[in-house]
């Protein structure tokens, strides 16, 4: 497994190994890796013959109070991990190497990125299509692997790839959970040991609407009702939003239409100090 720090040096590497035909998946964490990230990982080594992982904190997607300095980093288990799982190539730059002093050029995706977490984290998805961006013209993946935990960031990014002609294919991968329901996030290690026995009533809350949808009752209905679960919990310290959305343009659903069965169930929450999100794709 090679780290490589240089986009120069990446982009000659990938470039030779697409000449000998082979297929390159593209992994971007920000590192502290998971058994998400894993899956992502393992899924690109089944379907392509040279599995890149980026780790790279990206201070442009972190607002001005939050978490940018003290996000967990780990680089020696990070690739030890990596290279357990078979990665080919960690791209591990410094931000200088990714921002130039004088950068001026930021992606944005209308609309999409104002609602839900957008509208708490003005200037996050900002960031993170930029990166990404960047990330395809350095490496030219065929193929880039993104968790469905992060279900904004990945129907913003597919919007991206199909509105700016980019030539990826973007592979969604399933939410990989604890056993009692709370997703996987390298940001769960700031939970106090009592705030991690509660946090999976995020996914209970969220698991209450799908039901309540399901057994015909109204979206207002059945989002009071895992929104009062939530308010009920005394670790909740704040609700950002519980939305129900479609789940290709984020749109508000204020009905389920036989047309377009999937509905997205999405919140993020204060948990104490740690923002937690998590949500659900369901079939109505
Ligand atoms: P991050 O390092 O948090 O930026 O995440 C890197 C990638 O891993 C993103 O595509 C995330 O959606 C994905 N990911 C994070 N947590 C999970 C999870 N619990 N299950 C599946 N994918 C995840």
Redesign the pocket.
Known sequence: MQVIKRKKEINSIVKKLRKDGKKIGL?????FL?E??I??IEKSKKQCDITVISIFVNPVQFGPDEDFARYPRDFERDRMLAAEKGVDIIFYPEPSEMYAENHLSYVKVEKMEKVMCGKFRPGHFRGVCTVVLKLFNIISPDKA??????FQ??AILKKMVSDLDIDVQVVE?????EPDGL????RNVYLKPEERKNANVLYRAINIAENEIKKGNSITASKNKAVKMLKDCAFVKKIDYFDIRDPEDLKTVKKPDSKKPKILIASAIWFGKTRLIDNKVIEV
Request: proline share 4%.
């Open positions: 992994v971007p964490t920000m590192g998971h998400g990230h899956s992502l692997f993104f968790g469905m935990k992060d960031q990945l991968c399933e939410t990989i959970r997703a996987l996030s390298s």
